[in-house]
Each structure stands twice: as C-alpha cells, then as structure tokens.
C-alpha cells in the first residue's frame, strides 16, 4: 500500500480541502454547495452539511472508479478489517448482499441460501435469476428463534446438490449468534464452493478479541457488512470485502456499478473513513466499554424476580459457537406480554426505542455510546412492566415454518400473473411476494412458494400479537400468481 498510516484519512482530508477552495459551483447538487437550502432543513441541519455533499469533483475521487483518495480510503479499510480489498456501498449491506449473489453465480445456477437470510437475499436472487436451495438454520425453541445452520446441515445439501456455485451464509444472527463458519466454509471450499456472508451485524468483530471472530479471517470469499448497524458511520454505509481468488473482481464491479447510484453521497463515505480511524485508534476501548455497560444491564435485569436474558450460556447449542455479548435480549415470558407489546409500551410509556421485538423477546444493541443511565432507565421500565404483567399467555408458541415448496423461483414468480386475496384464505396459493415479519425481514414465504395453512395461522396470530408483517397489507390481503 500507500504512504499512509491507520490515523490518517486521505477521503476526509480530500473532501475538506476542496471544500476550503471554495470554488464558484455549477455543477450538482442544485444546493449549489450550500447557497440554496430549504429554510427548514438548513435550521435543522446547519450549511455544513450541504457544504461537503459533494460528488464526482476533481480530487476527490469516483466511487466507481476509484484510483486516488478513495481507492487509498479502502486500501485503508482493508488493512484495518484484515481482508484483502474493500469496496464502499452507499446502499447498505442490501446492496452487498445483492452484488455478492449476482457476481458469483449466474443465471439459472444454484445458490445454496442459509433460510433465514435477510429479504436483500431474496432480491440479488430475484435480480440474478439464480435458483435457491435453501438450508434450514437450527431453531431454538424456547425464543423461536433461528440460530446456526450446523456444518453436517451444509455437507447433505452440498452432496445433494454438488453443482451449487456458492453459498450464502448469515452469521451472526440478529441476536449475535454466531455458527460455525471455520467448519462450513472449509466444508464448501473442499467442495469448490464460494462462501457468501452476510456479516451485517459483525462490522465490529475485527475490533475487539471478545467478540465473535469475523469471517474475514475465517477464509470467507466476500464478506458484507454494515458500518452503520453497529460502528458511527452514517445510515445506508456499508462494506463489501473480497478475500482469495475465487471471485471474478470484473464482474464484481459491473454489478455495484449497475446497483449503486453513479453519484455516491460523499458524506456516507466520509463517515466511512472516520469510523475506521475511530476503530483503529480506540476500538478495543470502546467495545471493550460496550460489553461491560451489557454485563451490568444483564445483571440489573436479573435481579427482577423471574426474568430471563439470553447469555453465553447460549454457545455451544443450536450451531451456535460465538456469542456476541453486546446484544441484549430479554424475554418476556415472565412479563405476560408479547415482545410487540413491550415494544409499544417501552416508546410510549417510557420514550425507550428499541433495536427489535419479536413474539416472546425483545432486542437492544448496546455500543461504546451507550451509557449507564441508558441502562438505569431500561431497567425501570422492565422492573414496572414485571410489578405491573399483562395477560398474554406466551406458553403456548407458535412455531417457525418448515420451508415450503418452491412452485416458482423467485425470479420466475416475479414474472407471473397474480391477484389479490384474503391472507385468510390463502392456505395451497403461491405467493408472488416475500412475507416476512419486520424487523427482521426474515422469510417466512418467499415468492414463488406455497402458502400453507400452518403459515396463515402462524402469522396472522403474530399479526394478531402486533407484529408487522411485509406481504400482507392492511387490508390483510397477499398477492398470490394465478397461472
Ligand atoms: C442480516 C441482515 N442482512 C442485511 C441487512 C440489510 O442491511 P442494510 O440495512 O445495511 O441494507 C439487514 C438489515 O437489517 C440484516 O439484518
């Protein structure tokens, strides 16, 4: 590499000088770098903002193209994350997740896909026209949740389907669960397999000892991530790393060309750049702070009688190895009401904003930016929900689907005639749309499936527990192919 060192920021630095030229604009964008902003926006957000959204002026480098301080600002990337090159993504680890499916496999080709994969997943296979096999993640009972896909899982579909390309994996979950990624990626690399990760929620792994390993250094081929989910960086950042020689980098950089938007935003970028020299400088200090304020949470919540929080305890059952201890999740069980309740009573009731709630649980990510009093304050509020229980009986759960039979690919389905009818009555119909509880996102019918009846009772008592639930509009209808 370069002259530069991990302190320094040659993106930043580019964008600040040219900014300090303060020359006479008539180029893009039409703020006329800061001279035209709307009253309301401008009291919000100040000038700065517009002074250094720029794109595409000499200096400063083309995202697209990049061969000056952008291309060193990856290089430096690189370096920090431990893989072998980077590329910046304006449209978060969707982007990431699509470009990967699309660069490695072609049409008509098979991608073996980890079922509970983000619904970005399911667009890359819409877009490519890739054929999924999908492997089913072990599930564990108790929170319904799914957890890790275990490597003997891998090694059966691979034998069954040994002309698949690649496949994609997701690690960690949502909940920082992490799987066996040493065993699954040698076992899909002795089978000539590319290894695919959606590591969205781990962009801080290479930061911390403490923390799950990243899959950059276990060997993966591309490795998504979203800077903004657990670094500083601003909302849409994201990175995708590329490690060995199975990829085919021409292709890889059409596709984020054909993808991404050709006027990247410069501010996303900046952010970027700025959270690895912060991770670079003080990561270990700062993860190292985020564990301890979720230790203390844990242990304050378990002082309230009967009240559960998933912990380390977790590792070693259900494919999961890591644990990323930085993820707080609470059940509630105990409280009588659903995650969905305690979600809307946590905003309204006690103004506390929460990452995710599902059925019987519920989500708070914790950073080197959470504080004490944060947690002081989440406390009291479960402590009054525990003094104060609802009256819904979680006991009885409401299964995760097995996954049901593919009429269509998604991408053929995307195709396809359809009508709109009653989710009620939509038991034997093929979905022409995802549906999928949000947040997650994760499946539980992708286009092209069959909607069984088990799936309507399922999710409209999810529906009924106050899940949002993308597929089924408010008029609880679903779109379903007619030919
Ligand atoms: C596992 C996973 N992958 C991909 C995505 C998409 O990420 P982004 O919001 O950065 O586009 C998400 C979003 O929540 C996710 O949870």
Not at 382 to 388: D, G, L, P, Q, V
């Amino acid at each position: 590499m370069t002259k530069y060192s991990h302190l320094d920021t040659p993106f930043i630095d580019a964008v600040k000088s040219y900014v300090d030229k303060n020359r006479t604009a008539f180029h893009m964008p039409g703020h006329a770098r800061s001279r035209l902003i709307p009253e309301q926006i401008e009291a919000l957000l100040g000038k700065n903002v517009f002074k250094y959204d720029l794109t595409e002026v000499e200096g400063v480098d083309y995202l697209h193209k990049a061969e000056g301080v952008l291309k060193a600002s990856q290089e430096l990337t690189a370096a920090a994350f431990g893989s072998e090159q980077v590329f910046y993504l304006v449209n978060g680890s969707t982007v990431g997740v699509m470009s990967m499916i699309m660069s490695s496999v072609k049409p008509g080709e098979k991608l073996i896909v980890q079922r509970n994969s983000h619904r970005c997943a399911i667009a890359g296979i819409t877009l490519g026209n890739v054929t999924p096999i999908w492997i089913q993640p072990e599930m564990i009972p108790e929170y319904q949740i799914l957890a890790g896909v275990l490597p003997e899982t891998l090694q059966r579909t691979i034998d069954e389907n040994p002309d698949a390309k690649a496949v994609l994996l997701t690690s960690p979950n949502y909940y920082g669960m992490a799987q066996n990624m040493m065993e699954l990626i040698r076992i899909a690399h002795e089978n000539d397999i590319i290894v695919l990760v959606d590591e969205a929620h781990g962009a801080h792994f290479p930061f911390h000892p403490d923390l799950p390993t990243s899959s950059i250094d276990r060997g993966a081929d591309m490795i998504t991530q979203s800077t903004h989910k657990s670094l500083p960086a601003l909302t849409q950042t994201a990175l995708l790393h590329v490690n060995g020689n199975r990829i085919d980098l021409d292709r890889l950089t059409s596709v984020l060309s054909m993808l991404q938007s050709s006027s990247p935003n410069y501010l996303l970028m900046m952010s970027i750049e700025a959270s690895r020299k912060m991770m670079s400088q003080h990561g270990m200090e700062l993860w190292s702070r985020a564990m301890e304020t979720a230790s203390y949470a844990r242990e304050e919540l378990l002082k309230i009688p009967e009240l559960q929080v998933i912990d380390e305890s977790i590792i070693g059952k259900y494919g999961i190895v890591e644990w990323d201890s930085t993820k707080l999740s609470v059940l509630t069980n105990s409280l009588r009401h659903s995650g969905f309740e305690i979600e809307h009573l946590l905003n309204s009731q006690f103004n506390i904003e929460i990452e995710l709630s599902a059925l019987n649980n519920y989500l708070c990510f914790i950073t080197g930016g959470s504080t004490k009093e944060d947690i002081d304050h989440l406390v009291k509020a479960t402590r009054w929900f525990s003094e104060n229980k609802g009256n819904t009986d979680l006991k009885e759960f409401i299964r995760i689907p097995q996954i049901p039979f593919q009429v269509y690919t998604p991408a053929e389905a995307f195709n396809q005639p359809y009508e709109q009818i009653p989710f009620k009555s939509a038991d034997g119909q093929i979905s022409k749309r995802i549906i999928a509880p949000y947040p997650p996102g994760i499946p539980y019918v992708c286009p092209g499936e069959i909607i069984t009846q088990n799936a309507v009772e399922m999710l409209t008592q999810m529906k009924l527990d106050g899940a949002v639930v993308q597929g089924i509009d408010e008029n609880e209808m679903v779109e379903v192919i007619t030919e």
